[in-house]
Every structure is written in C-alpha cells, then in structure tokens.
C-alpha cells in the first residue's frame, strides 16, 4: 500500500544519505519483492530509479542498469534515469582506466578499492560502454526542463561533459587523435555551458565539480598539443 512504499523509499534514502549504499539497494530489492500490489502505473518507476541509483553508488553495475531499465520501460522520458543510466556506463568505463593501476596517492585515496570486477574488461569494451553512456546522456540533456529547480539538464550536461573527457582519453589510448580532440572540446562546451546556471541555482558543489572538469579537460588538450607538435 501506499503507506508501505513511502516507508521503504524513506528508509532507503535515509541509508543512501549515510552513505550506506548497499543497505540502501537491498531496502528498495525488499521493496520490489514485498510490494506487489504496486501497479506499475502509480509510480513504480520511482522505486526502481532510486535501486539504480543505489546500485550505481555501490558499484554494481549490473544491477544499476537492470533496475534502471526497468524504470524506463515505464517511463521512458523520466529524465533522471536516463542520466543515472547514462552515468553507470561512463562508470564501468572510468574503472576501466584505473584498474591495475599504481596511482599517485593524491589520486588513489579518492577512488574507491573495490567495484573493479564490474569495470569494462577491454579498451574496445569502455569505449563501447562510453558510447552507449553518452548516448542516454545526450537523450537526457535532450528531455531535461530548462529550469533551474532542480538543475537537471545541467546536472545531466555535466555528466555528458565527464563523459566525453573519457572518451577522449579513450581515443588516446587507441591513437585516434582527431577523435579525442573532437571529444575534450565538446566536454569543454558542456562544463563552460553549465557552470553559470549552476552558480544562479546555487549549487556550489556542481560548480566545483565542473571546475574540475574543465581542469582535466585542458590537461587532455594540452596532451593532445603536445603530441601533435612532435
């Protein structure tokens, strides 16, 4: 019943803003089991968007994209599912770029330990997965409202952005220098295009974060300068 629903959607999100991610998951998998008089058409989309979520933030992709599949299949314009389904293969590709790796400890003490088993196993097969992310990203971006409240095209441009700094970082690692830097300057337009909104929206943590962005993005350019006066 409806009582029972925003019981374990509360529940979860709690565990989520705790960072408790996989309590989190298996709250909403309960959910899903326990709640079968939730028809599909009373918002069951939002059930299964915020297990993909969860499922995201614990690193288990596969079970992120399942989950979000299933919300839209419901509801194929639900923005946000399309963005988190769109961040879980940028994800599994990012993985794919740090796994077996020695990082310098700046850099490893923010990536977490685990959840490289669920990362792309091959060049060819993050490229695919960063072309099947963008690919839902862009839709999203396509879909979003334009408002400001919340920030979802921005916040879906951002993440777009993210991916395309990766796939041109993925070009340069398969040698294809005109595709990667076709790829840094499309992300460039996107952080450049986000950053004011998100300060009018203030969201201080997005502004960083595209910062940021846009810094490993002028890294890549200037990699790519580099390779090309040689």
Known sequence: ??????????????????????????????????????????????????????????????????????????????????????????????????????????IADCIPDSGYEYSSPTLEDAITDIETGLAYLDQAVAQAPDTLTPPLKQMAQMTRAIGRNLRGQAAIFAGDMTTAQQSVSAAQEDFDAVVEPFEEAGQPRYVAWTHLGNGAAHILEGHLNVSAAV
């Open 1 to 106: 019943d409806r009582t029972s629903a925003i019981f374990y959607l509360t529940l979860g999100l709690t565990q989520g803003l705790a960072n408790n991610h996989e309590q989190a998951l298996a709250t909403f998998q309960r959910a899903a089991a326990e709640l079968t008089d939730w028809k599909d058409e009373d918002g069951k989309a939002v059930l299964y968007y915020f297990m993909g979520r969860s499922a995201l933030l614990a690193r288990r992709h596969d079970v992120a994209v399942t989950a979000l599949e299933n919300a839209l299949d419901l509801n194929p314009d639900y923005v946000n599912a399309l963005s988190t389904l769109g961040a879980v293969y940028i994800d599994k590709a990012q993985l794919f770029f740090v796994r077996d790796r020695v990082l310098p400890p700046e």
